[in-house]
């Protein structure tokens, strides 16, 4: 592999070794590479000040400051008010805004010009995320021949609510400008595919290649996954705290941010279904775990008042003086505490209503006991859904569907607990996000750079993209994307 890895995310890691699955896979990418990693700076400054080196790394970490207007319309505004609820399929709350769009617009192309200045040729660019979509136009419209790639966290927007984007936006023409875009699953592909079907700029070549205008790119899925080995050591180290929550107990667990797209509200009221048509005999409480997220975006504060009302309900008419249906913890509680509770609970609760993967899914196989695993109950609308199919997959709008599936899970037998998990821990271990981010790399780093079709003759362009690769030691998933 030739050339340095640059990696751009929203949030850049200032500790010396950095934890949670996804930081820690770019990281050991990173490390074994050499090369570079942009974020945003945590705190606002100087937007015009040049990169601020975060030391402490075997690579380069460099910081951009974004000023308390950029975090106000970039950051709170058009990425957390505009793409994550068009990209969540919540149109009625997308915040129309000029500001918005201009600050997205130019935070963008500040930081491709400050990228411009320091890339080198053979650099390897790998960019992350609904914060950056028009970065790679940015970078093209200064000359950037490199390979560029781009993963994208969360799902593709319906494209009948891409008509909500304001002008300019153009979310195809966008990512177009990429080598690579790296997908989810491949319902996102289908998405993305026919977002460029739609469009009469764009002609489709084999494999999911799209020529659009002079450039062309491949569009493909790579389901994200977890640090498998040390979330496990995580579930096994953390010990009991004494506080009535040893190892499978009664209790099934939820763990998010608390966000509009995780669906609690659905998931609260399914458990008030359950305890109404299955009684309250079991004793089963919901323990939900929901820090607090993006509070300065009021669809983020209502969610919190919604959730507080539905738990004070159910706990006032369900309750017990020695037990509460519904525990619900609103702040963040360490990783390992996580892991401990994840391997305790009799099954996992995930009712997202669209999620782009849900590592929550994934880090609740992990921490399982497997002669004696818990549960997953999880939503179709989760990416994870695509290949964890022996969860119990539940529509969590349908609240009597959800109420039955956690009886069941409170009461499965122990053959099928089994059954269930060994499938499941196939799955997790197969898209362990090492393997992820080395299958991201190795896949751009075999494509042809900035392919530019102008002026050359296409069967010949295409022949220099499409020429065979070297075996790949490393298949993500079975199925064709
Ligand atoms: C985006 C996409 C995609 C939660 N509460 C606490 C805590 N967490 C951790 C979980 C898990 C992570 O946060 C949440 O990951 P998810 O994947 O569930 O969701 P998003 O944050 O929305 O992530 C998502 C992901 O990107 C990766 O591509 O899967 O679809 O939306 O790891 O355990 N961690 C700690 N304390 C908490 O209170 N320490």
């Not at 023409?173 to 990429?178: D, E, F, T």
């Not at 993006?294 to 507080?308: G, M, P």
């Not at 892991?339 to 009799?346: C, H, V």
């Not at 122990?414 to 269930?420: A, G, I, K, P």
Request: glycine share 6%.
């Amino acid at each position: 592999m030739t050339g340095r890895l640059v990696v751009v995310s929203n949030r850049i890691p200032t500790e010396a070794v950095p934890s949670g699955g996804l930081v820690v896979a770019l990281h050991d990418a990173l490390s074994e590479q050499g090369g570079l990693w942009i974020g945003a700076h945590p705190e606002t400054g100087d937007p015009d000040a040049p990169f601020e080196e975060i030391g402490g790394a075997p690579y380069r970490r460099l910081a951009f400051r974004l000023s308390e207007a950029d975090y106000e319309n970039y950051y709170l505004g058009f990425a957390n008010s505009v793409l994550w609820p068009l990209s969540h399929h919540r149109v009625d709350l997308v915040e129309i805004n000029a500001a918005y769009t201009a600050a997205y617009l130019a935070v963008n192309r500040r930081l491709a010009r400050r990228m411009a200045a320091i890339l080198q040729p053979d650099d390897l660019v790998w960019i992350h995320d609904y914060h950056f979509l028009p970065l790679a136009a940015e970078l093209r419209a200064l000359g950037v021949g490199n390979r560029i790639g781009f993963f994208l966290h969360i799902p593709v927007p319906n494209i009948t609510d891409l008509e909500v984007l304001p002008h300019p936006p153009d979310y195809a023409a966008w990512l177009a400008q990429y080598d690579l875009v790296g997908l989810q699953t491949r319902t996102d592909v289908a998405r993305c595919l026919e977002i460029y079907r739609a469009d009469p700029r764009a002609e489709f070549l084999p494999s999911c290649a799209v020529k659009f205008e002079d450039r062309v790119t491949r569009v493909q899925s790579f389901p994200i996954g977890i640090d498998v080995a040390a979330f496990r050591a995580d579930a096994l180290s953390a010990g009991s705290k004494g506080d009535g929550m040893e190892a499978r107990a009664n209790y099934v667990i939820g763990v998010d941010r608390l966000d509009y797209s995780k669906g609690l509200p659905n998931r609260f009221r399914a458990f008030e279904r359950y305890l109404q048509d299955h009684g309250t005999g079991d004793r089963l409480s919901l323990v939900q775990i929901a820090p607090p997220t993006r509070e300065a975006v009021d669809a983020y504060r209502r969610i919190t008042a919604d959730l507080e009302y539905i738990a004070g309900q159910v706990n006032g008419l369900y309750g017990a003086f020695d037990w509460s249906p519904i525990r619900f913890i609103h702040r963040p509680v360490p990783r390992d505490e996580i892991a401990r509770l994840l391997r305790g609970a009799k099954a996992c609760l995930v009712t997202s209503l669209a999620d782009g993967m849900n590592l929550v899914a994934k880090e609740f196989v992990a921490a399982q006991d497997p002669d004696d695993p818990g549960v997953l109950i999880l939503s179709r609308f989760a990416g994870a859904a695509e290949d964890m199919t022996d969860a119990l997959l539940v529509n969590p709008y349908d609240h009597d569907a959800v109420a039955q599936a956690i009886d069941r899970a409170a009461h499965m037998s122990r053959d099928e607990r089994l059954r269930r998990h060994a499938a499941l821990t196939e799955v997790v271990e197969r898209t362990d996000v090492r393997a992820w981010s080395r299958s991201f790399i190795d896949r751009l780093s075999r494509l042809e750079p900035g392919l530019l079709l102008r002026g050359r003759p296409l069967r010949e362009a295409l022949a220099r993209f499409d020429r065979p690769s070297p075996p790949r030691a490393l298949r993500l998933s079975t199925k064709p994307t």
